[in-house]
T-cell receptor
Framework: AQKVTQAQTEISVVEKEDVTLDCVYE???????LFWYKQPPSGELVFLIR??????QNEISGRYSWNFQKSTSSFNFTITASQVVDSAVYFC?????????????FGAGTQVVVTP | DTGVSQDPRHKITKRGQNVTFRCDPI?????LYWYRQTLGQGPEFLTY????????KSRLLSDRFSAERPKGSFSTLEIQRTEQGDSAMYLC?????????????FGPGTRLLVL
């Protein structure tokens, strides 16, 4: 069985501070996919990034960056120079190749609150 | 290119009533998923369609729940004899079928409140 843990329930920062969201996953599969989604107050889940288990290259995209470490089963996400519009719930999710239908296993989410 | 749409966005009903939600996936997307999200939790998988075939149902989907995708395009999720525990956000997602695990794109969800 797969499991995703987001230990941080809520993180509050002041605008322009950096925010790092932790995600730890569990799976016995060797081929899997990791995702980050953002859920603003409107409710719609917005896709941010996907990584497969063979691609440990970390990535920076604008103010977002991701740190994938298989050795520690972690897939952390950092927002640099946070802005009020970054306020949302962020979800880490996992799907495994042996699950033919690709359903996502989500963590409980981390609420990010950015104040001016 | 329009995204996934869901209707209605909000639904308030009394316990015991039936409700039906609709999801229109991104055109050309073969795969369609339904998830349920309760307050403070991440979405949980309910069911999955590949074209018109319903290929997997979660144990969360009791006999009161039924989903269809009759022509492989839009999908409906019906809840019969609603209970207060059914109050949640119902999310629909779609993705293209591919040999590589594809990204699921989500709709805005339907918020259900059962009184």
């Amino acid at each position: 069985a797969q499991k995703v843990t987001q230990a941080q329930t809520e993180i509050s920062v002041v605008e322009k501070e950096d925010v790092t969201l932790d995600c730890v996953y569990e799976t016995r599969d060797t081929t899997y996919y990791l995702f980050w989604y953002k859920q603003p107050p409107s409710g719609e889940l917005v896709f941010l990034i996907r990584r497969n288990s063979f691609d440990e290259q970390n990535e920076i995209s604008g103010r977002y960056s991701w740190n994938f470490q298989k050795s520690t089963s972690s897939f952390n996400f950092t927002i640099t120079a946070s802005q009020v519009v970054d306020s949302a719930v962020y979800f880490c999710a996992l799907s495994v190749l042996t699950d033919s239908w690709g359903k996502l296993q989500f963590g409980a989410g981390t609420q990010v609150v950015v104040t001016p | 290119d329009t995204g996934v749409s869901q209707d209605p966005r909000h639904k308030i009903t009394k316990r015991g009533q039936n409700v039906t939600f609709r999801c229109d996936p991104i055109s050309e997307h073969n795969r369609l998923y339904w998830y349920r999200q309760t307050l403070g939790q991440g979405p949980e998988f309910l069911t999955y369609f590949q074209n018109e075939a319903q290929l997997e149902k979660s144990r969360l989907l009791s006999d009161r729940f039924s989903a269809e995708r009759p022509k492989g395009s839009f999908s409906t999720l019906e809840i019969q004899r609603t209970e207060q525990g059914d109050s949640a956000m119902y999310l629909c997602a779609s993705s293209p079928a591919d040999s590589v695990r594809e990204t699921q794109y989500f709709g805005p969800g339907t918020r259900l409140l059962v009184l």
